[in-house]
């Protein structure tokens, strides 16, 4: 039996979308009370054409193993992180401005049918981790708030979808700590049925009278809390920026990546996997 391996492409410039709407206010407190919002419009991305066609051109160059195929899944634009919902049906990618995009594939042969935007009447700010519970509830890390969408995959054919705070704007880090460098937060469910997300921090080496306030809250580590938003704590800190955790399935051990100071090269120094 042949194995796949399906990939999300980025998409910086090139293809245009079927429609696109004006900047709408933040209706998280319609949304939490299900109350309609007026947003009625949808932006679409084209999944054939020539930028479609150039992909696949590159992946024909790509060699892989015997029983390995690659292919083109989607055009996703930015595409950062991925969490595909229990029903195997919809994909939904975060990326570091302020979309999320749901990809959808009904017949299931492995290549989308249709990439739209998620709940596009709410406000999102570097939405980049999403991530689903064991009981399908998606969570959604945004550089400075946790959302939970409980019923994301059957409310997505909607631009109203029900959504509320886990971690409020402005507290999931310290507002005067926000910066554009290193807030695109990763989030997973461990087997203990926690949240945890990863606060990337946004220097080379944090100046010594950070340090205090950024091992207190968690900046340049990782927190993790009830899937509620209780009883957050600091789980692990002296990591730079983290953008990339998952846990081993049969002892639990939680796996990540640290990416490494910038500005001295590709190689130097390395970056890490930890555990």
């Known amino acids: ?10 998409l910086m410039t090139g293809v245009s979308v079927a ?3 004006a900047p709408v206010p933040d209706n998280l407190e319609k949304l939490s009370n299900f109350q309609p919002t007026g947003v009625t ?11 479609a066609d150039g992909i696949k051109k590159t992946l ?7 029983g390995f195929k ?3 899944y989607a055009i996703v634009p930015d595409a950062r992180h991925m969490a595909v919902g229990p029903q195997g049906i919809v994909t939904f990618v975060g990326t570091r401005k302020d979309k999320v995009w749901a990809v959808t594939d009904r017949n299931k042969d492995r290549v989308a049918d249709e990439v739209k935007d998620f709940a596009p009447s709410l406000k999102f700010a570097i939405p980049n981790g999403p991530c689903f519970s064991k009981d399908g509830f998606l969570y959604i890390a945004e550089q400075n708030r946790l959302l939970v969408y409980p019923a994301a995959e059957f409310f997505y054919e909607s631009p109203d979808v029900a959504a509320f705070n886990v971690i409020k704007q402005g507290d999931l880090i310290p507002q005067s700590e926000e910066s554009y460098n290193h807030t695109a937060r990763v989030c997973k469910i461990g087997p203990d049925g926690k949240i945890y997300i ?5 220097f080379n080496v944090p100046p010594p009278e950070k340090l ?15 899937t509620d938003g209780t009883n957050r704590e600091v789980y692990t800190y002296g990591i730079r920026n983290s953008v990339g ?6 002892t639990g051990e939680l796996w990540f990546t640290d990416n490494q100071v910038d500005g001295m090269g590709d190689d130097i120094p390395p970056g890490e996997i930890n555990r």
């Open 19 to 21: 429609s696109a709407q």
């Open 1 to 10: 039996m042949k194995r796949s391996i399906v990939i999300a492409a980025s």
């Open 41 to 51: 419009e949808f932006t679409y991305i084209e999944q054939k054409g020539e930028y």
């Open 70 to 72: 690659i292919g083109l």
């Open 245 to 250: 955790h998952d846990f081993h399935p049969e």
């Open 212 to 226: 205090d306030l950024y091992n207190e809250t968690g900046i340049g580590g990782m927190i993790r809390l009830n």
């Open 60 to 66: 024909e160059r790509i060699s892989l193993p015997d």
């Open 198 to 202: 990863s606060l990337g921090q946004p």
